[in-house]
């Protein structure tokens, strides 16, 4: 086929446009539509047969006088043009820069929808990340090449945290740390306003790294369907750093929720049939196409560590967005705005919060040896210190025994000393853990089972639960 | 016959062609790629096709060729061990052929042609005999801890007209030949063809009689499955479905385990790979990965695969099962499996009846888990698929399509919890909300190899257990205070059951197998602390006291102090138990006591 325009669009509505007698348009292929003022918007097939040919645009579809919409198949899937200059600058969704400097030229371009990794190739990442946050590092340990969400609510401090987790994370050897070496950023920003976007500049150019990030914006006031794009474009691009550079690459992702609501207008312009709250069933699987391009691979030095921002609607943990993403990435950093409002910062609540890549990352040798039974410590404790509290609402807190008061104690001294932290507050690891064992030690040793009797004689401090 | 036709139409994984002969189930090859499928609906001259593959980049106008032969997967020596996609194609060949991304298109037998396995043929079988579909041909020592046996292809009878001497074969060398009863003659190979949704033939079902044991207390001692059971392991994200179904393929006394990664993550595959080789069967001591076989079709594969990755699993399972052994398949997750079905049955226009599921949903679900089951084989031995199924209801929901009409067919429903999860109680498997249709079965196999009083202390601590729980529930309203020793003594005693016997953590050395033995002594001492605790409480001991008995910290430990090959010490806990509770009684007892005796009486 070649790059004919056709100007035969026979409808146009929320994000798609059909073409009528378009012959052999390959799905998939990247489209560029001319409108009647002479502007260009992209677009990619999505269903094609000889009749009617389905386009999705990224610009939308407002605005289209389809007597006067000229439509080039240029033949070729989505694909990104890839350089090393693309560190340091600002693209829009599609990859076109928005930062007012020419455009990436390459020889080297890729498919932005990627190609599976075959789960064969993959090495299982175990490299212990220090973030210098304390529930994270003691209790939700990140490490290499990892997808670790971030799930959230409106007005909660999820974008601070994100950009502290940028400022602080180092790798530990043999218990010290190390700089960032080959350290690449990629931030992936989709539906955020325009003092969310600036923050997190300013954040980065205050760290010094931002000659080593690349940035994919869509802010609030752009074209939502673009926000479909937005992070395979941006993933490639860090696929790029990361395997062929050889590069360490943290991707920051925000906001996911505001890519899955895109994909639900198009869903529903295309009649697709609901799942839940609207959103197609295939959001699973759509949302998985993402996670699931970090990781390390055998044999290749880089990474690509995914930090995705999932706001919860309402706050639910259960809504489709954050449920179906818990149920892809490795764990999840749980903020809560109960935490938030007595001034726990960052309020990271942690018994729902979780990291599954933690226990290959931890223990001797990697953190400290009573690292893992700390950890489990902690949880159950405050678990348990939960249990007191809504007790302790109900009957009194005079009514409560010695030892459920101790549980009282405990859970004030763990989120005032533990959780609570500074924003420019970068704790070590042995310093995390040996907090951890300041709060533990206000408990009588017996409820602590989950350590072993040794570490109990070498740490528990007797002074503190006197 | 293949028919020739092209594409009309492409929408995602759903692709419309121009093919009028060809049947529903045969597989189609698309495009200049050769993209497989296969065809789901007939309309007229119109094939509807499921592609297995991405469909990026076909356009309509590409050729499409219908095979003439469903789906269908390859048995024979050479596929334990390894690591197969959802259409059985061994992903480290395809890692070798095409680096570390896969590519569409590529045809790779599951099994290595070149390779040679010493075949050894059945002693009794002499040539002239007749033999029938299923029969024993020979074997094949796979590896040091399976020997393959070498089957006569389901569909064959007839007169054996040869069979090799003993010695080694390709999988497409002729090891034999039969004549059938119309004078066809049939040639045999170490390997065969199976289409993967007939289920493959077998004599009668058989009632299964054997607990499997699987080393993790809440399964084995509190829900049980048998060998040749149906399971499900529903929960939230998080909650451990997937360490659960490691744990089983990891411990359990099944000789074939089949994991079926199923729209997951693609580091959990990772992971059971690297750990696998280097973990040892407990009872064989040989490497795990001999015994196991992988299917995986993670979350980023695409879709229809996922969907056809659970009935290749199931057909392998099926395949060993005939040759006598008892395999576990293990399912993670069936959602992912009945979300595909989801997807293409809306994309085919199909009537949405819950939450976007097809009609058909509780059938296709209950035809694949009846699939499992003990069975008589063909050549008359006994073999069993015991089926695990993983189940991610969306929001961690039980009230979901699939979720309930999975829970309609198992017979062990292992329901994970979010608060135990959160609490870090693993396995997060909800007591109250957890059934086993086994237990009386499974007494039996306990009564008869570890203890004649298994049922009644797992009933005891299951009832101390829910006792609890009501105790709880009045504690919440009016506090602690208002219970009496008794009360607060049976509460302390499901924690310490809790704590000391529920909780096993998958990552602890010496407890993420526990033998039935040691979960036996866990659970009587458990038993007889409280036994002995009452005891004492009656005879005037304040609870209080009884509560700040170190033994009782000490008790949550045993399990990790002593591994299951270490259970002396466990024993010499057990007698140490004797003469601390003597020395209390003889205490309270004793008439001097009469002080402390009032005083820890409370209203
Ligand atoms: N038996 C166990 N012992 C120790 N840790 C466990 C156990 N079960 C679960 N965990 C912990 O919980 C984490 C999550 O478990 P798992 O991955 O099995 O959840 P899942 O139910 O499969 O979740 P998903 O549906 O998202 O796949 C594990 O990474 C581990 O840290
Ligand atoms: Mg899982």
Same mark, same amino acid.
């Given at each position: ?75 070729? =899937? ?18 076109? =820069? ?21 789960? @064969?190739?993959? @090495?299982? =990442? ?61 931030? @992936? ?123 919860? =609607? ?34 990271? @609540? ?117 | ?19 009028? $002969? ?20 007939? #309309? ?60 569409? %298109? ?36 796979? $590896? ?14 007839? /007169? ?17 030949? +039969? ?55 529903? %929960? ?27 729209? #997951? ?31 995986? $079709?993670?979350?980023?594969?695409? +879709?229809?695969? *996922? ?46 009846? /819950? ?15 009846? *699939? ?60 109250? /909300?957890?059934?086993?249709?086994? +237990? ?17 202390? *797992? $009933? ?87 509560? *700040? ?37 003889? /205490? ?16």
């Amino acid at each position: 086929m070649s790059s004919l325009e056709y100007s035969s669009a026979a409808w146009a509505r929320g994000g798609l446009l059909a073409m009528r007698k378009v012959p052999e348009a390959a799905l998939g292929d990247r489209v560029v539509v001319r409108d009647h003022q002479g502007r260009q918007r992209s677009g990619q097939v999505i269903r094609t047969s000889a009749e009617l040919v389905l386009v999705q645009i990224f610009e939308g579809t407002d605005n289209l006088d389809l007597e006067r919409t000229w439509v080039r198949f240029l033949d070729k =899937p989505f694909e990104l043009a890839l350089a090393p200059e693309v560190l340091g600058r600002v693209f829009n969704g599609v990859g076109q =820069p928005r930062d007012g400097r020419p455009p990436i030229v390459s020889k080297l371009s890729r498919n932005v929808n990627g190609a599976s990794i075959n789960p @064969a190739a993959r @090495a299982y =990442p175990r490299e212990f990340i220090q973030t210098g946050i304390s529930t994270i590092d003691g209790m939700n340990t990140l490490v290499r090449g990892q997808k670790l969400p971030v799930f959230s609510g409106s007005g909660l401090p999820h974008n601070r945290l994100a950009a502290q987790i940028v400022r602080q994370a180092k790798l530990l050897h043999a218990g010290k740390t190390e700089s960032h070496g080959d350290f690449a950023l990629v931030f @992936a920003a989709m539906g955020v306003s325009h003092s969310d976007a600036r923050f997190f500049e300013e954040s980065f150019e205050e760290s010094g790294v931002l000659g080593q990030v690349a940035t994919f914006i869509n802010l609030a006031d752009d074209p939502p369907i673009e926000r479909l794009i937005l992070p395979r474009v941006a993933l490639t691009c860090a696929e790029y750093l990361a395997f062929d550079l050889d590069m360490h690459v943290l991707v920051v992702m925000t906001d996911m929720t505001y890519y899955a609501e895109a994909l639900r207008e198009i869903a529903t312009g295309k009649g697709d049939v609901p799942a839940r709250k609207g959103f197609p069933g295939y959001l699973y699987s759509d949302l998985a196409e993402i996670y699931e391009r970090a990781g390390r691979i055998r044999g290749k030095a880089g990474s690509i560590t995914l930090i995705p921002v999932v706001s919860m =609607p309402s706050d639910d943990i259960t809504h489709p967005v954050p449920d179906l993403t818990g149920y892809i990435t490795e764990g999840q950093i749980v903020l809560s705005r109960e935490l938030a409002a007595a001034n726990v910062q960052p309020p990271v @609540a942690v018994l729902p919060s979780l990291s599954r890549l933690m226990k290959d990352g931890i223990g001797e040798g990697m953190t400290r040896e009573d690292h893992a039974r700390v950890a489990s410590q902690l949880f159950a404790s405050y678990a348990k210190a939960q249990e007191v509290r809504s007790l302790a609402a109900i009957i009194g807190a005079e009514e409560l025994s010695e030892e459920d008061n101790r549980y009282l104690q405990f859970a004030e001294a763990f989120e005032n000393r533990f959780v609570s932290q500074g924003e420019r507050e970068d704790r070590t690891i042995f310093q995390t853990l040996d907090l951890a064992w300041e709060v533990l030690s206000l408990l009588p040793k017996e409820a602590l089972t989950r350590l072993s009797e040794k570490d109990l004689d070498a740490r528990y401090q007797q002074a503190v639960s006197e | 016959m293949s028919g020739q036709g092209s594409i009309l139409d492409i929408q995602g994984p759903i692709v419309v062609a121009q093919l009028p $002969n060809a049947r529903t189930g045969e597989q189609v090859k698309l495009g200049k790629l050769g993209l497989m499928g296969e065809v789901i609906a007939r #309309e007229d001259a119109r094939a509807v096709v499921q592609v297995y593959e991405n469909t990026e980049g076909l356009r309509p106008g590409e050729p499409a060729t219908a095979m003439g032969e469903p789906l269908s997967v390859e048995l024979g020596p050479g596929i334990l061990g390894g690591i197969f996609d959802g259409l059985q194609r061994p992903l480290e060949s395809m890692l070798e052929q095409t680096g570390e991304r896969i590519e569409r %298109g590529l045809v790779i037998p599951a099994i290595d042609r070149a390779k040679k396995w010493p075949f050894v043929p059945q002693a009794e079988l002499k040539v002239g005999a007749r033999i029938g579909g299923g029969a024993i041909l020979g074997s094949v020592q796979e $590896n040091a801890t399976i020997t393959h046996h070498i089957l006569v292809p389901p569909e064959i009878a007839g /007169e054996l007209i040869d069979l090799v001497a003993a010695g080694d074969y390709t999988v497409d060398d002729v090891v034999g030949r +039969v004549r059938d009863r119309q004078g066809h003659i049939h040639k045999l190979h170490l390997s065969s063809r199976w289409p993967v949704r007939l289920p493959r033939p077998f004599n009668k079902r058989d009632h299964a009689v054997q607990p499997l044991i699987t080393g993790q207390r809440i399964m084995d001692t509190f829900f049980p499955l048998l060998k040749g059971g149906k399971g499900a392991i529903p %929960g939230p994200f998080g909650a451990g479905k997937t360490v659960l179904q490691q744990q089983i393929a990891r411990w359990s006394d099944a000789q074939i385990v089949i994991y079926v990664g199923c729209g #997951e993550r693609g580091n959990e595959l990772t992971e059971v790979l690297d750990t696998f080789p280097q973990l040892t069967d407990p009872r064989s001591g040989r490497p795990l990965m001999e015994r196991t076989l992988l299917v995986a $079709n993670t979350s980023n594969m695409p +879709v229809v695969a *996922r969907e056809v990755s659970v009935y290749v699993g199931m057909t392998l399972a099926e395949y060993f099962r005939d040759q006598g052994f008892d395999v576990v398949m293990v399912a993670d997750s069936t959602s992912r499996w009945a979300e595909a079905l989801r997807e293409v049955a809306g994309r085919l226009g199909q009537m949405p009846v /819950e939450e976007g599921y097809p009609a058909y949903l509780g059938s296709t679900l209950a035809a694949f888990y009846e *699939r499992a089951g003990r069975v008589e084989t063909l050549s008359g031995g006994h073999g069993s698929v015991t089926l695990i199924g993983a189940v991610s209801p969306p929001g961690g929901d039980f009230s979901e399509p699939v979720t309930s009409h999975t829970k309609d067919i198992i017979q062990t429903f292992w329901a994970l919890s979010k608060d135990l999860a959160d609490a870090r109680h693993y396995p997060a498997v909800d007591w109250l /909300e957890s059934f086993s249709l086994f +237990v009386d079965t499974a007494a039996r196999w306990w009564h008869e190899n570890v203890s004649e009083d298994w049922l009644q202390l *797992r $009933n005891k601590s299951l009832r101390l257990l829910t006792e609890a729980e009501e105790l709880n529930r009045i504690v919440n309203l009016v506090g602690v205070e208002a219970l009496s020793s008794q009360q607060r003594w049976t509460l302390e005693s499901a924690r310490l059951i809790r704590e000391g016997l529920l909780q096993q953590s998958a990552l602890e050395a010496k407890d993420s197998f526990c033998s039935p033995e040691k979960q036996y002594l866990l659970l009587s001492l458990m038993i007889d602390i409280y036994n002995r605790g009452a005891e004492i409480l009656k005879l005037g001991m304040p609870v209080q006291e009884l509560l *700040r008995l170190p033994l009782l910290a000490k008790a949550r430990r045993w399990k990790i102090a002593y591994a299951s090959d270490e259970l002396e010490g466990l024993k010499q806990e057990a007698r140490d138990i004797v003469p601390l509770f003597d020395a209390l009684r003889a /205490e309270y007892a004793s008439p001097t006591s009469q002080r402390s005796k009032s005083e820890g009486t409370e209203s």
